[in-house]
């Protein structure tokens, strides 16, 4: 008796809507959706507000934390901050302890985006917990920190 190789059609995928990474960008492009009608006459992208928020919550920071904070790579994020700098929405000072390192923080400007846009971001939210339920997406959110100890 002889093995035979197993082929393709042995083996069953599991269907695209229990996918994870599938899953995962399909709720991503449903959360984004609102977010950048919000953002469209803002004139920032959403990754320029990531950046907006996450120097709004943590203050000045090097371009190496900021980058991993926006979930950005740090050659995206170096030019991403280059325009927010022109649009005056962001500042770049040389660090005090290493002259080679920048520091980059939020100006009156770049806060301003963020709180002129609170109320429509906190409706987002609130749509998503109406629809969702507010313990189901903390669960979620939960989970979600789990997978980047991945």
């Known amino acids: 008796m002889t093995d035979?190789?197993?082929?393709?059609?042995?083996?069953?995928?599991p269907p695209t809507k229990?996918?994870?990474p599938i899953a995962l960008i399909r709720a991503r492009e449903k959360v984004m959706g609102p977010i950048r009608d919000m953002l469209a006459?803002?004139?920032?992208t959403e990754q320029q507000w990531r950046i907006l928020r996450v120097?709004?919550?943590f203050g000045p920071l090097?371009?190496?934390t900021l980058a991993d904070r926006a979930c950005l790579l740090l050659p995206s994020q170096t030019r991403i901050v280059q325009?927010?700098?022109e649009?005056?929405?962001?500042t770049r000072n040389a660090d005090d302890r290493d002259r080679r390192k920048q520091t980059v923080a939020i100006t009156e400007a770049g806060k301003s985006i963020i709180y002129d846009n609170l109320e429509e971001a906190e409706a987002i939210v609130a749509h998503m917990e109406k629809v969702i339920g507010r313990e189901k997406l903390n669960q979620?959110?939960?989970?979600?920190?789990d997978f980047q100890n991945l």
């Open 18 to 20: 229990r996918s994870i």
């Open 83 to 85: 325009t927010l700098s």
């Open 41 to 44: 006459d803002t004139g920032i």
């Open 140 to 145: 979620l959110l939960d989970i979600l920190e």
């Open 87 to 90: 649009k005056g929405l962001v």
């Open 4 to 13: 035979t190789p197993e082929t393709h059609t042995d083996r069953k995928l």
């Open 62 to 64: 090097d371009a190496s």
């Open 55 to 57: 120097l709004e919550e």
